[in-house]
Structures are given as C-alpha cells and as structure tokens.
C-alpha cells in the first residue's frame, strides 16, 4: 500500500513557477509510475504528465508541455513537477497518483492517490 502526499502549491501571478511535490510511503517507490493530474472548478480530472518508474522516459499532455517538466528522485522517494510560464487555465487541484506498470494518461488505471495540492494563477 502506497501512501502519497502532495505539496508545494499556492497562489502565483501568470508566468510565474511552482514546484510540486508528491512523496510516497509505504512502497517500493521506485517500482511505481508516477502521474500528475489536475481538476479545475467544474471540470473533469484531466491528465497532465507521467514518468516511468527508472525516469527514463516521460509523457505530457499538449497544454502543458514545453512548459511543465516531470521528474523524480527515487532515493527520496519523491516525484516532481516543474511548472513554469504558469497561465490562469492552470489553475486547479493537482493530484500525484501511483500505479504499477507502464505510465497511461486514464485517471482510472492508477491506484493510488495524493490528496491533492491547490495551485491557483492570476491574470
């Protein structure tokens, strides 16, 4: 059973950066991919990046990619996601999930989930 915890979200003016968070307990981290998604007010959880369990190889979506970077540090037991030049549309809850095998941009394939962490844009 894998325990995640997200942090690192706030309030950011556009075009600005946050760094989140997402450390995991309980588990063997590094068996594990790692994926972020996000939910806006009213909207459906959307799909936002994964990473393999080594970090060897990773997946955006369109809206984020070139701009936000996934990563991890399996000695820390720790995935990350570098955002920057941060637009109001990206604002929402941004929630760090875990599955065993290989990364898939379906919310309902990944069996552990993060709390979620606020990230909130400013125009």
């Known amino acids: 059973q894998v325990q995640l915890v997200e942090s690192g979200g706030g309030l950011v003016q556009a075009g600005g950066s946050l760094r989140l968070s997402c450390t995991a307990s309980?588990?063997?981290?590094?068996?594990?991919?790692v994926a972020w998604f996000r939910q806006a007010p009213g909207k459906e959880r959307e799909f936002v990046a994964h990473i393999t369990p080594s970090g060897s190889s990773t997946y955006y979506a369109g809206s984020v990619k070139g701009r936000f970077t996934i990563s991890r540090d399996n000695p820390k037991n720790t995935a990350y996601l570098q955002m920057n030049s941060l637009k109001p549309e990206d604002t929402a809850v941004y929630y760090c999930?875990?599955?065993?095998?290989?990364?898939?941009?379906?919310?309902?394939?990944?069996?552990?989930w993060g709390q979620g962490t606020q990230v909130t844009v400013s125009s």
């Open positions: 309980g588990g063997t981290f590094s068996s594990y991919t």
């Open positions: 999930a875990a599955r065993l095998g290989y990364g898939l941009a379906k919310s309902n394939v990944y069996d552990y």
